[in-house]
């Protein structure tokens, strides 16, 4: 009854078989071997709403199987619309893959996916459309793990955490034993390397980079050298005491003296030195690495670009012009056991029990107490300035006045940030004025002097656009780290705040009119606000 053409159309002879209806036609057809092709009914029903004298009627058509890949705007995801067969040709693998390939995918296919797709040509009605997922791309794995510096050898700091052991179980805290030291081509640091991370793609095999983890450049201080074989190993270049530093070390020749009082002289020194007794009155030690001190410092001065460590405690008094007597100033940290009517001046203050009536300034930490949890006491004197301050007990029963400043140097970046303004304006202003001379020099009529005249108006032009770009960045850093100081600015109290402690936290000032139990005061909405602990 039908016929199969050469271009896949199915024909039905109509005068030959006069088909009584529409209906008919399709149901001869599903009984038919053409019953999965595409039914044309427009014609079929056009056929018996006209009267036309064709002898043959295109009642189906073949159609092979098509896959249509569409990438992700991202080109992430590589999917695939499979329109099924209808009496033609199924989709084979090889001929979906060059699908693949001609929509561009080069990475993530899986041959899984695709075959599960074509399955789906025995298990679907003819002409139905199938969608499934035929390659993904992969987002890159940024590094997790930072690069992590480990030392080969034991510092002074180390050594001075290991008080000698007595026979009677008791611990000598003047003896910390045998000075730890290097000879020259020890192995002091040993850099282990950020994990690099793994790569992503698209599926058009377009590479995402990963992030590495956080890398630390091994730093070489005074008396070492990065290895000539191994850039991650620090190594020393001299004999002498390995010292800490960030990113790094240092090896310190050092100086070593029981007392320095009016016997000895004071002591300055390039390197570390270390005080096995105590400092008397008067006395000065200034040095170019660290100071150690295994007793007391009274009204004395020291001064280090390293560190000072003070194994019991600075004891000063004032004298008649309000100063006081006992200074202690340091480039890296000052750590101490207790401290009373001194000027300390660190990067970090550390007091392991108690300061009274001095007179501190830290970059950035004045915790008084242990570590884990400090409890130690401050009262008395002022805090100049420190970007977080952590004590047990502020202030005293008697209410004295105590003055604590926090985020002090935001009045130094807010000058430099007034400055920067004031400069960016006198740039801009020169700017104007070369952009008028420019047009006037436009204005000269004669070719080399105009040349030669916007040749020179260009390079000076040049000088003050970079000059503009510089200060526009020296802004933003230093607005960037005002937001951070302030921030980051806190008092924390660990068991008792008393009255009579004025806190200023940059502009903003708190004064404390009664005992408050544990809390935290920080700037919040431009107001210093006092929060409790809840546990």
């Known amino acids: 009854m039908f016929k199969l053409a050469h271009n896949g159309n199915v024909l039905l002879d109509v005068h030959e078989n006069s088909p009584p209806s529409a209906a008919f036609i399709i149901e001869a057809l599903e009984k038919s071997p053409f019953c999965e092709c595409r039914v044309d009914h427009e014609a079929i029903n056009k056929f018996f709403k006209s009267d036309s004298n064709e002898r043959m009627l295109v009642v189906a058509s073949k159609h092979d199987a098509s896959l249509v890949v569409t990438l992700s705007d991202d080109k992430m995801l590589a999917t695939g619309e499979l329109t099924l067969a209808e009496g033609g040709k199924v989709m084979t693998l090889d001929e979906a893959k060059k699908e693949l390939i001609r929509a561009g995918v080069a990475r993530g296919y899986k041959q899984a996916f695709l075959e599960q797709l074509l399955q789906q040509q025995f298990e679907l009605p003819a002409g139905e459309v199938a969608k499934g997922v035929l390659a993904k791309g992969r987002l890159p794995i940024d590094g997790r793990q930072p690069s992590k510096l480990v030392s080969q050898v034991e510092t002074l700091k180390d050594r001075l955490k290991k008080p000698k052991l007595r026979e009677d179980g008791t611990v000598d805290m003047r003896d910390f034993g045998k000075l730890a030291s290097v000879e020259p081509g020890v192995l002091l640091i040993k850099q282990i390397p950020a994990t690099p991370g793994k790569e992503g793609f698209t599926v058009t095999g377009d590479v995402l980079p990963a992030k590495p983890g956080e890398s630390n450049t091994l730093v070489a201080g005074e008396g070492t050298e990065i290895s000539k074989n191994n850039p991650l190993e620090l190594i020393s270049a001299i004999a002498g005491v390995p010292v800490d530093i960030a990113n790094g070390m240092r090896v310190d020749d050092i100086f070593t003296i029981a007392d320095v009082n009016v016997k000895t002289g004071h002591v300055d020194f390039e390197g570390s030195v270390i005080v096995t007794h105590n400092v008397e009155p008067g006395m000065r030690i200034n040095a170019k690495g660290d100071i150690t001190v295994m007793g007391t410092v009274e009204s004395g001065h020291l001064s280090a670009a390293g560190d000072i460590t003070i194994k019991q405690g600075v004891i000063g008094h004032q004298l008649e012009d309000k100063k006081l007597s006992c200074n202690i100033i340091s480039q890296g940290d000052i750590h101490l056991s207790h401290g009373q009517y001194s000027y300390l001046e660190a990067n970090n203050i550390l007091i392991d029990r108690q300061a009274s009536h001095c007179v501190m300034k830290a970059t950035k930490l004045l915790q008084v107490g242990q570590e884990d949890n400090p409890q130690g006491k401050l009262f008395g004197g002022e805090i100049l300035d420190a970007q977080i301050v952590i004590a047990g007990e502020i202030g005293n029963e008697s209410g004295a006045k105590m003055v604590i400043n926090l985020a002090a140097s935001g009045a130094d970046v807010t000058a430099q940030t007034d400055q920067c303004f004031k400069d ?78 004025e806190i200023h936290i940059f502009e903003k000032v708190l004064r404390t009119n009664r005992k408050y139990p544990p809390c935290k005061v920080k700037l919040e909405e431009n107001k210093v606000e006092v929060e409790f602990k809840t546990s």
């Open 424 to 501: 960016l304006a006198q740039t801009d202003s020169q700017l104007d004025t070369l952009q008028a001379a420019i047009e006037k020099a436009d204005l000269v009529k004669d070719a080399e002097k105009k040349k030669t005249l916007l040749a020179k108006i260009g390079a000076t032009q040049m000088h003050y656009c970079e000059q503009a770009e510089m200060l526009e960045k020296k802004l933003s850093s230093l607005e960037h780290h005002l937001h951070d100081l302030l921030e980051d600015a806190q008092l924390v109290v660990n068991k008792t705040l008393h009255s009579g402690v």
